[in-house]
């Protein structure tokens, strides 16, 4: 490398800067770099890529992906980021991606209809080849339909087949089947009195889950009830505070709209001497990554998070199918330790 190459430092190389060393146009050396090669001559390219050597250049992928745009772009709407389960999944949509050379945007919408409505409004202008939305409410649906009309590819995680989303590609879980599933498991368990601490209705997993749980619950023996029903925030302090009510009312389990929610009830119980699942055993939902470290003593419905993943980052670098596709993959219920094992469940690995 001459000294004049040395001097510079590859993250201040710019392509005026390579231009200007090959005697030829900014444009010239992009075409270069973006592989268009009916636009320059053979000896045009070596030039440049000689240059580039010499002075160490080093392009900007990013800056690259974010100006083409359609080719590369992809957004991702949540609705909290501090819900485990959605960090879990979109980290590992962004892995996915990056091995196809793509670019996601993560955009955490907030759980208000206002909010939502804004942050869909600012996605209507961005230059989109594919949007997936994980956990959005039918209350924004109406705004995403705009989207659809601008060949943007969309796609829903856990919103289910039927209504306005049937018309759109989707991957999940039966959610109404987990539940009762995971009902079905306590009860083989011999537990009868039942407190609920469910998430908000606008939920469809939410309401799902809940749904399907009640339906597993009743169907095995009139010998049950349910002594409190609350309709919570999903996360840890709204599963905290829910807690004193609902220990209050002598529940041998407690089940929670997701596995944030049941954190949040472990620790009440754990400060307050109350052993778990002896005394309460507690239910959640999805088997995110802090669960499987913090809630060894949780009953939960685990989500199979990679191949979901996978399955959407293929269907983003297809074409658009004539027909939305949707697919239900597996779930299963993970017992807490020290639990005997019953049909239909896993126990935790030692």
């Given at each position: 490398?001459?000294?004049?190459?040395?001097?510079k430092k590859?993250?201040t190389v710019?392509i005026?800067e390579?231009?200007?060393?090959?005697?030829l146009?900014?444009?010239?050396v992009s075409?270069?770099?973006?592989g268009?090669?009916?636009?320059y001559?053979?000896?045009t390219a070596?030039?440049?890529?000689?240059a580039i050597r010499?002075?160490?250049?080093?392009?900007?992928?990013i800056?690259?992906?974010?100006r083409?745009?359609?080719?590369?772009?992809?957004?991702?709407?949540?609705?909290n980021?501090?819900n485990?389960?959605?960090?879990d999944?979109v980290?590992?949509?962004?892995i996915a991606?990056?091995s196809q050379?793509?670019l996601?945007?993560t955009?955490s919408?907030g759980?208000?209809?206002?909010l939502?409505?804004?942050?869909?409004?600012?996605?209507?202008?961005?230059?989109?080849?594919?949007?997936v939305?994980?956990?959005?409410?039918a209350q924004?649906?109406h705004?995403?339909?705009t989207?659809?009309h601008?060949?943007t590819?969309?796609v829903f995680?856990?919103?289910g087949?039927?209504?306005?989303?049937?018309?759109y590609?989707?991957?999940?879980i039966?959610?109404f089947?987990?539940?009762?599933?995971?009902?079905?498991v306590?009860?083989?368990?011999?537990?009868r009195?039942?407190?609920?601490l469910?998430?908000?209705?606008?939920?469809?997993?939410?309401?799902?889950?809940?749904?399907?749980?009640?339906?597993?619950?009743?169907?095995h023996?009139p010998?049950?009830a349910?002594?409190?029903?609350?309709?919570i925030?999903?996360?840890?302090?709204?599963?905290f505070?829910?807690?004193q009510?609902?220990?209050?009312?002598?529940?041998?389990?407690?089940?929670?709209g997701?596995d944030?929610?049941?954190l949040?009830v472990?620790?009440?119980?754990?400060?307050?001497?109350?052993r778990?699942?002896?005394?309460i055993?507690?239910t959640?939902f999805?088997?995110n990554?802090?669960?499987?470290?913090?809630?060894?003593?949780l009953m939960t419905?685990?989500?199979p998070?990679?191949?979901?993943?996978?399955?959407?980052?293929?269907?983003?670098?297809?074409?658009?199918?004539?027909?939305?596709?949707?697919?239900i993959m597996p779930?299963?219920?993970?017992?807490p330790?020290?639990?005997?094992?019953?049909?239909g469940a896993?126990?935790?690995?030692?």
């Amino acid at each position: 490398m001459t000294t004049r190459a040395r001097e510079k430092k590859s993250d201040t190389v710019t392509i005026k800067e390579i231009a200007a060393r090959c005697q030829l146009s900014t444009s010239t050396v992009s075409h270069v770099l973006n592989g268009q090669s009916g636009r320059y001559s053979e000896d045009t390219a070596q030039r440049v890529w000689r240059a580039i050597r010499e002075l160490g250049y080093q392009p900007n992928h990013i800056g690259r992906m974010l100006r083409k745009g359609n080719d590369w772009l992809y957004g991702a709407l949540v609705p909290n980021l501090a819900n485990v389960f959605y960090a879990d999944f979109v980290h590992a949509l962004d892995i996915a991606l990056q091995s196809q050379d793509r670019l996601l945007l993560t955009v955490s919408v907030g759980d208000t209809l206002e909010l939502q409505q804004r942050t869909m409004k600012n996605m209507n202008g961005a230059m989109l080849a594919g949007l997936v939305l994980i956990g959005s409410t039918a209350q924004e649906l109406h705004q995403i339909v705009t989207l659809s009309h601008r060949n943007t590819r969309l796609v829903f995680v856990n919103r289910g087949t039927t209504g306005l989303y049937a018309n759109y590609c989707g991957v999940g879980i039966d959610n109404f089947g987990a539940g009762k599933d995971l009902a079905v498991v306590v009860r083989r368990g011999g537990r009868r009195r039942l407190a609920l601490l469910r998430g908000p209705d606008f939920s469809y997993a939410s309401r799902q889950r809940y749904e399907g749980f009640l339906a597993g619950w009743v169907d095995h023996g009139p010998d049950v009830a349910i002594v409190y029903d609350a309709t919570i925030r999903l996360t840890p302090d709204a599963g905290f505070a829910a807690a004193q009510e609902a220990v209050g009312q002598n529940p041998d389990v407690i089940y929670c709209g997701n596995d944030m929610v049941a954190l949040g009830v472990l620790e009440y119980c754990a400060t307050h001497g109350i052993r778990v699942p002896d005394q309460i055993l507690i239910t959640g939902f999805d088997y995110n990554s802090m669960t499987q470290v913090l809630g060894q003593r949780l009953m939960t419905v685990a989500q199979p998070i990679d191949a979901m993943a996978l399955t959407v980052a293929e269907w983003l670098s297809m074409p658009q199918p004539e027909q939305p596709v949707h697919r239900i993959m597996p779930h299963r219920v993970v017992l807490p330790r020290g639990w005997n094992e019953g049909p239909g469940a896993t126990t935790r690995e030692s």
